[in-house]
């Protein structure tokens, strides 16, 4: 049976991908950071209807430490690296984001080559592709790459780029053979398994609980984590995906005001609280004095950068869910689950 290495087991787009390959009749090892998350991944695979017995073994590793990558992949086939840290805020340090996105990505990679593992698959980001450019109307593609060096870019995006960077630059002079493609996902939405919510699914639960009293003319693309697991498993084995990345998205760019109204068009009154009005941005700037959040706005207001998923659907034949399906699958999961407030 093919065996594959899942880095991060208990982050949302791994417990997706675990999912997928399970269903696929693949044997999975998860890595997670502490032994006791090993029983979270199992209740999330039963929550999904899942019982992979022992097709599914954990080993606990840690992205900036060297003790337990060996035994992670040793008699693996292939790796799907998708542990990356992901922070709600803007950390006081990018170090904080950059080092272990960075390094533990290139330890990875040494310790799949080591092994003989025939192709890793690293989940990378839209963050990767669509920043530190001056707005355009053209459409982003996998050709562009984010400048981590301008102003604009935050730590999460110029994590992104340089461990994205770091893992085409190590496959073209220490790969010895091994085979790399990367996955780079706009903004992850669909189902939640469990309490772990990626940023996008946070972003649903906030406004269904009234945090956010008004919109702020932010865009971002969608995706459905789902759809962002199909193409992870399709780059890992489709000889055509060897040596590229692919962009994810379900469509063009939908801002926080079209999502709260996707919301409230469709749950009734469970999204009561979700916002009914679009912020000005002079507010947005007033409310950047005293609040982080508005702060990390600001460079974003009304931009929009639309990516387009035509390679994925060309040479892999990937079809995404649409964006109004990704975002309901969140609400209704969180709902389901007792995550929102009240």
């Given at each position: ?8 087991g ?12 399970l ?153 010895g ?53 199909d ?20 469509g063009?760019c ?48 009304g ?40």
């Open positions: 049976m093919t065996r594959v290495l899942v880095t991060g208990s982050g949302f787009i791994a417990a997706h991908v675990i999912l997928k390959l269903g696929e009749g693949y044997e999975v090892r998860a890595s997670v950071r502490h032994s006791g998350r090993a029983a979270d991944v199992r209740s999330m695979l039963a929550r999904a209807g899942v019982e992979p017995g022992d097709r599914l073994s954990f080993a606990t590793t840690d992205l900036e430490r060297d003790n337990g990558w060996a035994d992670a992949v040793a008699g693996v086939d292939y790796v799907m690296h998708v542990a990356s840290p992901f922070p709600a805020g803007v950390p006081r340090d990018e170090a904080e984001l950059i080092r272990p996105a960075r390094e533990g990505t290139l330890r990875v990679l040494r310790a799949a080559r080591d092994a003989g593992v025939k192709r890793v698959v690293v989940t990378s980001s839209f963050a990767a592709i669509g920043y530190g450019h001056q707005p355009r109307r053209d459409i982003h593609d996998e050709r562009d790459w984010t400048n981590p060096d301008a102003p604009d870019v935050q730590p999460y995006m110029k994590s992104k780029t340089l461990a994205e960077r770091a893992a085409w630059d190590f496959i073209a002079g220490e790969g053979g091994m085979e790399l493609a990367v996955v780079n996902p706009v903004g992850v939405f669909g189902p939640a398994l469990g309490v772990d919510l990626s940023t996008s699914v946070g972003l649903v639960k906030a406004l269904l609980e009234g945090a956010i009293p008004a919109a702020p003319r932010i865009w971002f693309g969608v995706v459905d984590v789902r759809d962002v697991a193409l992870h498993v399709k780059a890992m084995t489709d000889p055509k995906a060897a040596g590229e990345r692919f962009l994810a998205t379900a063009d939908v801002s926080l005001h079209q999502l709260a109204l996707i919301l409230r068009e469709n749950l009734g009154g469970a999204a009561r609280r979700v916002p009914r009005f679009e912020l000005p941005d002079f507010l947005v700037r007033l409310a950047a004095l005293r609040l982080p959040m508005a702060r990390a706005a600001l460079p974003q207001l931009i929009v950068r639309n990516g387009s998923a035509e390679k994925a659907r060309r040479l892999l034949g990937w079809t995404p869910r649409s964006v109004d399906e990704a975002i309901l699958a969140s609400a209704e999961s969180l709902i389901h689950l007792g995550l929102v407030k009240g």
